[in-house]
T-cell receptor, first 110, second 113 residues
Framework: GQQVMQIPQYQHVQEGEDFTTYCNSS?????IQWYKQRPGGHPVFLIQ?????EVKKQKRLTFQFGEAKKNSSLHITATQTTDVGTYFC??????????FGSGTKLNVKP | DGGITQSPKYLFRKEGQNVTLSCEQN?????MYWYRQDPGQGLRLIYY???????QKGDIAEGYSVSREKKESFPLTVTSAQKNPTAFYLC????????????FGQGTRLTVV
């Protein structure tokens, strides 16, 4: 079945350092979404990527969708303590279902 | 104030008992979903519904049941057949089931003792 792998599982950074999380799919995706879940909270939608090679930015966050539409990344520049949380990718293949990655838990030390 | 509401936030049940988790949305969304989240894992799809009176099994439907009698409501029953029911359950909704963002409820943390 379809799987979306996400690495790393954990990332500890010093405030001001950059952070990147990666998602890889075994099959071509029609689109991919990214969510953020704060500790004790629920996932909140960040962005959706649809086109091959697409790059989108939200302030310090940069999202990329690979040319083959099998991988995606989220990069945060100059992390802040407010960035703490778990970041999930969710990929959709041919079916209507989204498959979530296992998440990357980000901890930012002030 | 529009949104998706899950209740209760914490739920304790004895082993062998069925329990129903509530999920209500006033966003006028057609699609609704139930996910299970375990520590260190992503969200796994239990059931989803694209329209009233219709629903499909997700990847881990065994031991669970749902109904979709109203557009606003998508309750999940965790039955005694579910081998490891203790988990964090998340309900979500979206305008349609294709290419639209999902809005999540606050979640229900179920503990079976």
């Amino acid at each position: 079945g379809q799987q979306v792998m996400q690495i790393p599982q954990y990332q500890h950074v010093q405030e001001g350092e950059d952070f990147t999380t990666y998602c890889n799919s075994s099959t071509t995706l029609s689109n991919i979404q990214w969510y953020k879940q704060r500790p004790g909270g629920h996932p909140v939608f960040l962005i959706q990527l649809v086109k091959s090679g697409e790059v989108k930015k939200q302030k310090r966050l940069t999202f990329q969708f690979g040319e083959a539409k099998k991988n995606s990344s989220l990069h945060i520049t100059a992390t802040q303590t407010t960035d703490v949380g778990t970041y999930f990718c969710a990929g959709r293949g041919r079916s209507i279902k989204f498959y979530f990655g296992s998440g990357t838990k980000l901890n930012v030390k002030p | 104030d529009g949104g998706i509401t899950q209740s209760p936030k914490y739920l304790f049940r004895k082993e062998g008992q069925n329990v129903t988790l509530s999920c209500e949305q006033n966003l006028n969304h057609d699609a609704m979903y139930w996910y299970r989240q375990d520590p260190g894992q992503g969200l796994r799809l239990i059931y989803y519904s694209q329209i009233v009176n219709d629903f499909q099994k997700g990847d881990i439907a065994e031991g669970y049941s749902v109904s979709r009698e109203k557009k606003e409501s998508f309750p999940l029953t965790v039955t005694s057949a579910q081998k490891n029911p203790t988990a964090f359950y998340l309900c979500a909704s979206s305008i349609s089931s294709a290419n639209t963002e999902a809005f999540f409820g606050q979640g229900t943390r179920l503990t079976v003792v």
